[in-house]
């Protein structure tokens, strides 16, 4: 899923307990019939996604819905949402801070095979 609007927050790193898990927020306003101001976490390696980013960019960001189940003290059932995001990019003209793990995973990749194809050229018997 995805989700476009305009920064309003870009949160600050924070860690949470002795193992270090890492949250970062972001809330977005989107640009629908009826505006909606969204709050979505970077968890762990995403959070540094959002250095790039500052209050009023307008991005697009993709997300993942989760949720969970907690029983409380009293034995009842209470249930929580969260939006995660995993990849943002900055939509504005002229900008070029697509940042996105698995994008820049496969710019490696490219990297490594056009390595290896420059070696085989220099291996042709003619």
Same mark, same amino acid.
């Given at each position: 899923? &995805?989700?476009?609007?305009?920064?309003?927050?870009? =949160? !600050?790193?924070?860690?949470?307990?002795?193992? =270090? @898990?890492r949250?970062? %927020?972001?809330?977005?306003?989107?640009?629908?019939?009826y505006?909606?101001?969204?709050?979505?976490?970077?968890?762990? #390696?995403?959070? #540094?996604l959002?250095?790039?980013?500052?209050?009023?960019d307008f +991005?697009?960001? =993709?997300?993942?819905?989760?949720?969970?189940e907690?029983?409380n003290? &009293?034995? &009842?059932?209470?249930?929580?949402?969260?939006?995660?995001g995993?990849?943002?990019?900055?939509? %504005?003209? =002229?900008s070029d801070?697509? +940042?996105?793990?698995?994008q820049?995973?496969?710019q490696?990749t490219?990297?490594?095979? !056009?390595?290896?194809?420059e070696?085989?050229?220099?291996?042709?018997? @003619?």
């Amino acid at each position: 899923m &995805e989700v476009t609007g305009t920064i309003l927050v870009v =949160g !600050k790193t924070k860690e949470f307990g002795s193992n =270090g @898990f890492r949250k970062r %927020e972001l809330v977005v306003e989107t640009e629908d019939q009826y505006p909606q101001t969204l709050l979505i976490e970077f968890v762990q #390696d995403k959070c #540094d996604l959002l250095n790039k980013f500052n209050k009023e960019d307008f +991005v697009k960001i =993709g997300i993942n819905l989760r949720g969970r189940e907690w029983i409380n003290p &009293e034995g &009842e059932a209470k249930y929580f949402n969260s939006i995660q995001g995993w990849r943002i990019e900055n939509l %504005e003209e =002229g900008s070029d801070s697509a +940042v996105d793990a698995h994008q820049e995973q496969e710019q490696d990749t490219a990297a490594s095979i !056009k390595e290896e194809e420059e070696e085989e050229d220099d291996d042709v018997p @003619f």
